[in-house]
């Protein structure tokens, strides 16, 4: 496979944050801190014309989806730190090749099944508790795993990177559910359902280290493909979309597509149309327009921004950030870890000031947040929760599911 023309961003950590206030070092300083940036008058310095000039808006990355057990990227036991190996398939390659497909879908099916089982944790829950509260009135989320809006489906939220429920097909744009997609992969690939059984059994997809998979039954080679005996990537079938395989469209060409699968049902190279591809924006892929421009809205609206666990790698999520500033907002950010260019959105905080005017804390968002809530109810503002319930015992009536290896 040739080298991709371009590159994941800053795969390394960043330097380390400087803590604003200097009280937000604690569990109880980083809790005040926060409490007061969400709950002071509006700031001065908005831009004219702000809808909602009192209410906050969340900006989320993968960071706080790791309670859930899943990994993040770029944390201390992140997918880019734990496994130098680890090489995405870009959107050009997805695209243009049947092999690149043929492997993307063969890790894709090993890692859906922990994914799919995956819950929301206590950060998503805490974060539909400040919706209630009526401060947090809107979520833009790198997240592909549908935490969010199983938490808090009554909070606006926009899913900027799209979303692993779903599959879309490039030719018709129609989208099929993904746990269907997973049947029909293990149908045409007995070898490799037999093979993720027996994975799943070791517990080998439970880490991200290429160390500890490999101690419990898990080979791969040097670039981080994992060696399934008698089944090499290039084996591995994955089935057309059945709109167009039902009635093959016409192209933008003006040219009646072709869609063909073999006597299983597996999309056959003849073919001109019918690949499905996750409902996820993928490195190198565009971000779509509309989505783009909600995210902007969400900004725009809003009078505060709180930034949980993400280090804005990604430039649509930090461009979104360096918007928020110049347009005046308060900018709150809890991470573990350094963040990109962090030190610009803080430049002209005032000396003294207790979290009116900014935060920046390196603790764990599970931590943070439901404490929060708790405070805040102590002090007038409610929510909904069940406060006989602990916020663990909430996640029992969701499942939902996150990044893969791809």
Not at 267 to 294: C, H, R, Y
């Amino acid at each position: 496979m040739r080298k991709p023309l371009i590159r994941i961003p800053y795969t390394g950590p960043f330097p380390p944050p400087s803590i604003i206030p200097r009280s937000a070092n604690s569990l109880s300083g980083a809790i005040a801190a926060i409490s007061n940036f969400l709950t002071a008058p509006p700031s001065q310095n908005l831009s004219d014309g702000v809808a909602d000039p009192q209410s906050t808006v969340i900006l989320s990355g993968a960071g706080i989806s790791v309670a859930s057990g899943l990994a993040d990227y770029r944390g201390s036991k992140g997918t880019y730190v734990l496994n130098k190996s680890h090489r995405q398939v870009y959107y050009h390659e997805f695209i243009a090749s049947d092999r690149a497909r043929r492997r993307y879908w063969a890790r894709n099916f090993l890692g859906w099944t922990n994914l799919y089982k995956a819950k929301p944790n206590p950060t998503h829950y805490a974060i539909k508790d400040l919706g209630d509260m009526n401060i947090v009135k809107r979520v833009i989320t790198q997240n592909v795993d549908s935490f969010h809006s199983e938490a808090h489906p009554n909070l606006a939220t926009v899913e900027l990177h799209g979303y692993l429920r779903d599959l879309t097909c490039i030719t018709c744009r129609k989208e099929l559910p993904r746990d269907i997609f997973q049947e029909s992969l293990a149908r045409l690939n007995p070898a490799w359902a037999a093979f993720l059984a027996e994975i799943l059994k070791s517990g080998a997809l439970n880490t991200e280290d290429p160390e500890d998979r490999r101690a419990k039954g898990m080979k791969a080679n040097p670039d981080g493909d994992v060696d399934v005996p008698g089944a090499p990537y290039n084996t591995f079938r994955y089935p057309a979309c059945p709109h167009c395989l039902e009635n093959p469209p016409i192209l933008k060409d003006g040219s009646q597509s072709i869609v063909e699968v073999d006597h299983e049902g597996a999309w056959k190279a003849t073919s001109t149309a019918g690949i499905l591809k996750p409902a996820v924006v993928m490195f190198g892929e565009n971000l779509d327009t509309q989505v783009k421009e909600a995210a902007e809205k969400a900004i725009d609206d809003s009078g505060r921004l709180l930034v949980l666990g993400t280090s804005l790698a990604t430039y649509s999520a930090w461009r979104l950030v360096r918007r928020a500033q110049e347009r005046g907002m308060p900018i709150a950010i809890l991470n573990l870890g350094g963040v990109r260019g962090e030190e610009m959105f803080f430049e002209n905080i005032p000396g003294g000031q207790t979290g009116e005017y900014g935060v920046r804390a390196e603790l764990r968002t599970d931590k943070v947040l439901p404490a929060l809530v708790d405070q805040l109810n102590q002090v007038g503002f409610t929510s909904k929760k069940d406060i006989s319930t602990p916020y663990e015992e909430r996640q029992e009536n969701s499942s939902m599911f996150k990044d893969m290896p791809s």
